[in-house]
């Protein structure tokens, strides 16, 4: 009983780790489409 508490308790630990991974990934992945989409607007802009 106390091994399966203790790995669930492990398990907890890692997963804000993995969350923090990920959220970086996203704020990542965010940025760049955010400069894509700015790239973009300014061509439209130059032909228009």
């Known amino acids: 009983m106390l091994s399966q508490q203790?790995?669930?308790q492990n398990q907890r630990l890692k997963q804000p780790h993995q969350l923090?991974?990920?959220s970086q990934l996203l704020h990542?992945?965010?940025l760049l489409l955010d400069r894509y989409l700015l790239l973009l607007l300014d061509l439209l802009l130059d032909v228009l």
């Open 6 to 8: 203790n790995q669930w």
């Open 20 to 22: 923090i991974l990920l």
């Open 28 to 30: 990542n992945q965010l």
